[in-house]
Each structure stands twice: as C-alpha cells, then as structure tokens.
C-alpha cells in the first residue's frame, strides 16, 4: 500500500537561512509526487509536482524538489526562506489502485526573525 | 467563483445529528475528492468521484458517512448520527484529470464541531 512519511513535525529556520522538508514514500511503482503547501486560514495550494523526466522539480514562490529513486524521497528545498514561508508543507503520493492520492502528516515550518 | 467553494465554513451540531457539507467544485473538473483532516494530521482520504460515481469510497470510516455527485457537479458529504470523533476540517479537491495526472484544487474547508 502506498504511503507517505514526513519525519519532522516542526521545523524552525531563520530567516534568510536555507530549507530542506524531508518526504519518504511507499509506492509500488513508479509515484506521482506532490508538495502542498498550507497557510493559517488557507486552502491546500500545490507548490510542484513530479510526474516524470527530469527529477529535479521546481515550483511556485522559489521552491524544488528532488525525487531520488533510490532513496524513496523527495525533498523539498528552498535556499533562502522568507517570513510568509511559514506553514505547514504537506508531501503526497499518487496515483493508488483506485487514482486516490495519499498525504503525509505534514511538516510546521517556523520562521526566526 | 473561480475556486472550489464549500459551505458551511463551520458547522456546529450536537452528538446524534445528521449534517450535510457541500462541495461546488471548478466547472469542468470531473474529478472530486472528498479528505478529513484533524488536528496535527494531514489530509485523510475519504471518497473520490469520477463524474457522477464513487470510484473509490475506501477511505469512508463506517456506514454513518455517505456521499453523492448525482450530476457530475455539486457533491455533499453526509454524515448521519455524528460522533465527537467527527470533529474536524473536511476538505474538498477537484481535478480537470484523474489526480494522478493532473493537480488537485482543494477548497478552504467545512470545519465541523460535534458538541
């Protein structure tokens, strides 16, 4: 069955300074991987997405992704983070038997001043 | 509007109530997926529906939860005789594609209390 883990509940970076959001799958072959983002108050917002091809990933607001294979993940990277940054990312794995798409629980990201 | 609109935004109903959320979602999407998410957790998946049938309504947790899309639009999440457990935010998502192909639009959510 396919799943998604994302080990770091919170994490908290300073301003300015470099991100990575850790995402480790199970999936049977070959996923469809999502990164959402979720603001206070906001709807789930897609910030990229990887289907296949080139396995490096970029999306909106200066983020990326890379899938590694091998690894089972795809992280999420940003190398300068900025005040409205904080949220809480959520990683996805597709399509399942039956095309639903399944979430981690999701990763609090806090900004330092 | 343009996004995906649920309503209510908050519901509040005493244990034992039946309730009823709705989903509007992008014209022209054919896909929609229902997910509940608590406190500290991410989306779950409830039911997905491809045009008017379920195509997959595993993630439904027992037979109080019922969903319909009778025309291929407009879907509404029922919930009979509703649990404290009930409590939290149900999302909507629709898609132009199945989700594995395409992107998932979520609307803003239904976030219901059980008192």
């Known amino acids: 069955a396919q799943s998604v883990t994302q080990p770091d509940i919170h994490i908290t970076v300073s301003e300015g300074a470099s991100l990575e959001l850790r995402c480790n799958y199970s999936y049977g072959a070959t996923p469809y991987l999502f990164w959402y983002v979720q603001s206070p108050g906001q709807g789930l917002q897609l910030l990229l997405k990887y289907f296949s091809g080139d396995t490096l990933v970029q999306g909106i607001k200066g983020f990326e992704a890379e899938f590694k294979r091998s690894q089972s993940s795809f992280n999420l990277r940003k190398p300068s983070v900025h005040w409205s940054d904080a949220a809480e990312y959520f990683c996805a794995v597709g399509p399942g038997r039956d095309d639903k798409i399944i979430f981690g629980k999701g990763t609090r990201l806090h900004i330092l001043p | 509007g343009a996004g995906v609109s649920q309503t209510p935004s908050n519901k509040v109903t005493e244990k034992g109530k039946y309730v009823e959320l709705r989903c509007d979602p992008i014209?022209?999407?054919?896909?929609l997926y229902w997910y509940r998410q608590s406190l500290g957790q991410g989306p779950e998946f409830l039911i997905y529906f491809q045009g008017t049938g379920a195509a997959d309504d595993s993630g439904l947790p027992n037979d109080r939860f019922f969903a319909v899309r009778p025309e291929g639009s407009v879907s509404t999440l029922k919930i009979q005789r509703t649990e404290r457990g009930d409590s939290a935010v149900y999302l909507c998502a629709s898609s132009l594609r199945q989700a594995g192909a395409g992107e998932l639009f979520f609307g803003e959510g239904s976030r219901l209390t059980v008192l």
């Open positions: 014209s022209g999407h054919t896909a």
